[in-house]
């Protein structure tokens, strides 16, 4: 097959490995890490490439997204299928399973992750706070944001600190190691954060499992395909994603 993968920047790292270890032709086109910040800019931004990718020969678009904030509920599959892992976000991607997540999420709420990746890439209007898990992120994203646009970004993380928004949301600071690439100097930085909030430390193996399915083209129960003239919803049960037919 001839794979398109649009892949968030957070995932650059496992999108290439996957296209280079995958059976079949894979092109794989990056986004700008903290769009899903901004759901429907996202939504806009994916469902321009979709579109732009028909008639290129192309055997499926494969997305290196989870639902993302709902950024890709709504997509929509013109003339060849879509297909997405069964993901809320990117944490599952590095996790490996929706099991690993949910196991993590229960036991440790109040994590702040890093990964390599996420953590190189993002540039001054981006923050690790959009990869935690079991917080209520959006609420303190836009508290952030705010503060980012008034004061700038040293001062924005100096009044987060100081009224105590992180320390009360987050108390791990885990660093997902994909064993791909040197992330030593990020790792480093997760260990100095969490020292100086006051969080425990967690080094935590990632896999990357479902990116290289998606890419090789095992999509199983994991992946939902959304055939040419469907769309994606968010499903509210286990399966996170589905699918409709499309009315327009």
């Known amino acids: 097959m001839k794979l398109k993968c649009l892949c968030c920047e957070a995932l650059t790292r496992l999108a290439y490995l996957g296209a280079a270890l995958s059976p079949h032709t894979v092109d794989v086109e990056l986004f700008q890490i903290g769009l899903?910040?901004?759901?429907?800019?996202?939504?806009?931004?994916?469902?321009?490439?979709?579109?732009a990718t028909?008639?290129?020969?192309?055997?499926?678009?494969?997305?290196?997204?989870?639902?993302?904030?709902?950024?890709?509920a709504g997509l929509v599959a013109r003339e060849i299928p879509l297909v997405i892992p069964r993901a809320h976000?990117?944490?599952?991607?590095?996790?490996?399973?929706?099991?690993?997540?949910?196991?993590?999420?229960?036991?440790?709420p109040g994590t702040y992750w890093y990964a390599h990746d996420y953590i190189q890439r993002r540039d001054n209007t981006s923050t690790s706070l959009s990869l935690g898990a079991g917080v209520d992120n959006d609420r303190l994203q836009e508290r952030?944001?705010?503060?980012?646009?008034?004061?700038?970004?040293?001062?924005?993380?100096?009044l987060m600190e100081v009224m105590g928004a992180w320390q009360s949301h987050y108390n791990r600071a885990a660093y997902i190691d994909m064993g791909v690439g040197d992330g030593a100097a990020v790792e480093a930085h997760?260990?100095?954060e969490a020292q100086r909030r006051g969080w425990a430390f967690e080094r935590v193996a990632g896999d990357?499992?479902?990116?290289?399915?998606l890419l090789a083209g095992e999509w199983d129960d994991d992946f939902l395909v959304v055939e040419p003239g469907q769309q994606i919803t968010m499903a509210y049960d286990d399966g996170v994603v589905a699918c409709r037919k499309h009315e327009g």
């Open 36 to 51: 899903h910040n901004q759901p429907l800019n996202l939504r806009a931004r994916l469902q321009a490439q979709i579109d």
């Open 54 to 72: 028909s008639g290129q020969g192309y055997d499926a678009i494969t997305l290196a997204y989870g639902l993302c904030g709902q950024a890709t």
């Open 89 to 108: 976000d990117c944490i599952t991607l590095f996790l490996g399973s929706r099991s690993r997540y949910q196991q993590q999420f229960e036991q440790n």
């Open 144 to 158: 952030y944001q705010e503060f980012v646009e008034k004061f700038g970004e040293d001062n924005a993380q100096y």
């Open 190 to 192: 997760a260990r100095d």
């Open 208 to 213: 990357y499992t479902l990116i290289r399915r």
